[in-house]
Nanobody
Framework: QVQLVESGGGLVQAGGSLRLSCVAS????????MDWYRQAPGKQRELLAT???????EYQDSVRGRFTISRDTVKNMVYLQMNSLKPEDTAVYYC???????WGQGTQVTVSS
């Protein structure tokens, strides 16, 4: 059974940084396409960043240049480094495994102005 657990969220001032972590069990992230999503109140969940099996990355336009997705295949963890945070980045952030349609429970990020 695949399990994803996110951590690292919190309250930060605009312009600040956070690093989110997602630890996976039941699946090898090196053989998986992994995504980070977020969902703000009253909005649909949106895809932010993807890391492929080979380690290549893709980003949504609104976070490109500010957010970086990475992974540690030994620790079986995926990260989202978020810099230059804005109030509109406030949301619950989730990691996702495409091959098994598995979600974590999410971690709240709140950016104050």
């Amino acid at each position: 059974q695949v399990q994803l657990v996110e951590s690292g969220g919190g309250l930060v001032q605009a312009g600040g940084s956070l690093r989110l972590s997602c630890v996976a069990s039941g699946i090898a992230i090196s053989r998986s396409i992994m995504d980070w999503y977020r969902q703000a109140p009253g909005k649909q969940r949106e895809l932010l960043a993807t890391i492929s099996r080979g380690g290549s990355t893709e980003y949504q336009d609104s976070v490109r240049g500010r957010f970086t997705i990475s992974r540690d295949t030994v620790k079986n963890m995926v990260y989202l480094q978020m810099n230059s945070l804005k109030p509109e980045d406030t949301a619950v952030y989730y990691c996702y495994v495409r091959s098994t349609f598995s979600w974590g429970q999410g971690t709240q990020v709140t950016v104050s102005s």
